[in-house]
């Protein structure tokens, strides 16, 4: 009961909510990618991945000093059937819409400073 109370309330965070979405759309996103979309700065972006983290939403892979994040590989059935919910749902809000268009603008004009 613990780890599915500790899932849906990571959820619940509307930041911690873009930044799924934000995984969810691209698949793997530096913090610096996340801080120019949400326009956060670094030490809270990276407590709300910390959370993601520990709550086993996202795995981090290590690229020099660059930390890059993405959804768990490793999710249990109850993430991804929430992921697949958010997919079909989400996706005609209007913020989720101007997050990924942020986005996509960022990464068409992104200089190759992160791997």
């Known amino acids: 009961m613990k780890h599915l109370t500790q899932t849906i ?5 509307p930041i ?3 930044i799924v979405l934000l995984l969810q759309a691209e698949g793997e996103l530096c913090v610096c990618d996340l801080m120019a979309v949400l326009k956060l700065p670094q030490s809270t972006v ?3 991945l910390a959370y993601l983290k520990r709550s086993c939403w996202v795995d981090t892979r290590r690229q020099g000093v660059w930390m890059h994040y993405a959804l768990s590989q490793e999710s249990c059935d109850f ?4 992921l697949l919910i958010l997919k079909q749902h ?3 809000l209007p913020e989720v819409a101007a997050d990924r268009s942020a986005l996509a ?6 200089p190759a400073a992160c791997p």
């Open 90 to 92: 989400a996706a005609d």
């Open 9 to 13: 309330k990571a959820l619940s965070d």
């Open 46 to 48: 990276s407590r709300h």
């Open 16 to 18: 911690r909510l873009r």
């Open 79 to 82: 993430c991804k059937a929430m």
């Open 105 to 110: 603008a960022l990464l068409k004009d992104k």
